[in-house]
């Protein structure tokens, strides 16, 4: 069931590889939207902040792309898991909290958990969209494959879901994405004339 107060127009939930641009082109979209049209909203949010008070960590590390968050990434998947285990809408209800704007952006959809909580909230309102970047290209942006990270089902989960509404291909040219996003605008501008 939807939280109360929740009222999208339009749900997107992103997914793709570590190092595939999903914040990057989620970032993008809402630039062009607004802030006040579109909320980039990331489930990994809540999930880093109560692992970093459970943990005495500094939430504010976890939340960049430092060698800190790396450090404990592993650790933070398993927790995140068991936390999942007890509730798979956990983290999907924190992050839907409060939020206003029509056009929702969840920059970091993971698991097929996290996926069938949305449609089962939003329904229709929901869209599925995944960012693919070829291995040479997130290596260039940083990406190392590291075991019981990239093998796990955080970065794994979602490779035979397979029936993704849009999929956006990042793979360094400029003119090929701003095609694709776009194309992406147009529905999302039909759906606000709605």
Not at 88 to 109: H, N
């Amino acid at each position: 069931m939807a939280p109360l107060g929740a009222s999208p127009r339009l749900v997107l939930l992103f997914s793709g590889k570590r190092k595939s641009g999903k914040d990057f082109v989620t970032e993008r979209l809402q630039s062009r939207l607004g802030g006040n049209i579109c909320a980039v909203l990331r489930l990994s949010g809540p999930l880093k902040e109560q692992y970093a008070r459970e943990h005495g960590l500094d939430f504010q590390k976890l939340l960049d792309a430092s060698t800190y968050k790396e450090t404990y990434r592993r650790d933070m998947i398993c927790w995140g898991e068991e936390k999942r285990q007890a509730d798979p809408g956990f983290f999907c209800r924190k992050i839907v909290e409060g939020v206003s704007q029509p056009i929702w952006l969840v920059s970091d959809t993971r698991r097929m958990s996290d996926i069938q909580w949305f449609q089962e909230a939003y329904g229709a309102l929901t869209q599925t969209v995944r960012v693919v970047a070829s291995e040479q290209s997130r290596q260039q942006r940083g990406w190392v494959f590291t075991r019981g990270v990239d093998d796990a089902e955080s970065e794994c989960g979602l490779d035979s879901f397979g029936d993704f509404d849009w999929v956006i291909e990042n793979h360094g040219d400029e003119q090929c994405l701003e095609d694709q996003l776009e194309n992406l605008l147009e529905f999302i501008h039909a759906k606000l004339q709605r």
